[in-house]
């Protein structure tokens, strides 16, 4: 038994074979030629939602952040770090939660201009993807600068973070850093 | 192949849960491999390599979870790697780690597998990261259905198992499942999933993790704990589908026992080896890798099951632990395995230890039952010796 594929409305405009159940030859069934040709695809988008779950380190951190807050963690060297890490970088033991608050000022350690940016960007105009290291850090955050034009952007100019009013725990809760003097 | 010995000297598991959600993945991770450190008592800078082992990376969303994991693994400016061969891939992992010690590569390495399945969906990522898989028991059901009818098995078999290991499982306090009511009433009115799998003969979907540390024979003698000892390793795999592929004894399956015994000097399976802890997802595969690694004859293996002889107080105990069945963290089940064998031959397997285990084999499967990884751990390294 064949299946015949029922007529279409030209305004479905949807292609693609349809086979037949079982045993049989399959019939074809030519798409209407009133169906333009940019018209015969369709796309079909599945999204499936994954779960992080953040451990001591990370979820303070975030909800630093939400408070308005941004914190680094001391390693076993004195050093502090921030972003925080759940390990000491050098002897992989595990870091004590002792969390130190840092910035909101900063140094741009290194920096690169985005001249189109795109909808998945941070800012929706030129920016700078920046290295910056936080008054307080020994290491360096990479976050947005949001300075105007490229020729703003320093290696070893000040920035300072300009937070977002409604902050949900998210490292965008910083909309961008953008030069100390600007703000 | 090895041109030394090489034993394992620190082993440490999670509790397996349906959720870890107090730690990140890296944490969860980190806390088998500190309990295998702790095992060992060693440090992290004591350690030379890493090998890393889990399943497919849309199980979790995270790609190449191995860079990430290096600091959380005390990896940093070490040599680390990530090993994968789908459900099998943590008895490949170990096997890798033991080989790195037995060539003499390394003299201590630690090796690591873990899944986090409450973090993603595994049968979505199975499918390729489609919806409308039909899911492993989907592939595996017309295969346990054509080992019952070739074999003639009654079809509580499947349920027997599914108790026996429910059973064991409440005497591990590292499993997922604790079912202390499990009956084979239970089991056989439990929805049928894939027939003829039921539910509760069905694995369930865990967050866990498991590591060990091998070292070699200097090492093992330095350790503070009796070192189960690697007797044997083996390797196998083949295409998923080609004619005339037998599904349920895969010739790969076959030749991968028989490398180990061999390796091993095991020429009566049933006979030397005291303990085994073999990659049991859905009931029916007890049966049926006992007769696919020729420890018991065709048609044999579910007489195994149904006089007892797999029992936990048996002659030949199938998964003390509970087996996958009871804890399923898919990119650990497999070291799971060979862990919980080592453990066995350690005397450290706690309320579900068997007495007197001295031979233990472990045995991991992956994707279409087409990758095999299997070893044999021992008590001392001649363990089998003293059995004949």
Known sequence: ?183 | MSSQAAAVIGIGQTKHKKKRDDVSLPGLVREAAQRALDDAELNWTDIDAVVLGKAPDPFEGVMMPELSMADALGANGKPMMRVHTAGSVGGSTALVATHLVQTGVHDRVLTVAYEKQAEGNAQWGLAGGRSGGMGAGGIFAPWMRTYINKSGAPEDIGWKVAVKDRQNACKNPYAHLHLPDISIEKVKESPMLWDPIHFLESCPSSDGAVAMVLTNEAGAKKAPRKPAWVLGTAMRSELGTFPGRDTVRPQAGVECAHMVFDAAGITNPREQIDIAELYVPFSWYEPMWLEGHDIAGPGEGWRMVEDGSTQITGDFPVNPSGGVLSSNPIGASGMLRFAEAALQVRGEAGEHQVADAHVGLAQAYGGAAQYFAMWVVGSSLDAVGARK
């Open chain 1, 1 to 183: 038994m064949g299946l015949t594929r029922p007529p279409r409305s030209p305004e479905r405009g949807v292609g693609g074979g349809w086979a037949p159940t079982c045993g049989g030859k399959p019939e074809r069934v030519l798409l209407p030629s009133t169906v333009p040709a940019d018209k015969r695809l369709t796309t079909h988008t599945i999204e499936f939602p994954y779960t992080r779950t953040l451990g001591p380190v990370y979820s303070a951190f975030l909800t630093g952040m939400r408070d308005g807050q941004i914190l680094g963690i001391k390693s076993r060297d004195g050093r502090v770090l921030c972003p925080p890490t759940e390990w000491d970088p050098n002897t992989g033991e595990g870091l004590e939660t002792d969390f130190v608050e840092v910035g909101p000022g900063g140094v741009v350690t290194t920096w690169a201009w985005v001249t189109e940016p795109t909808s998945k960007h941070p800012v929706d105009h030129p920016f700078a993807f920046a290295l910056i290291k936080l008054d307080g850090a020994d290491t360096a955050l990479l976050h947005a600068v949001d300075a105007g034009s490229m020729d703003t952007m320093q290696t070893g100019m000040r920035v300072t973070a300009r937070w977002k009013a409604d902050r949900v725990g998210h490292i965008t809760d910083v909309e961008a850093f953008v030069p100390e003097a600007a703000k």
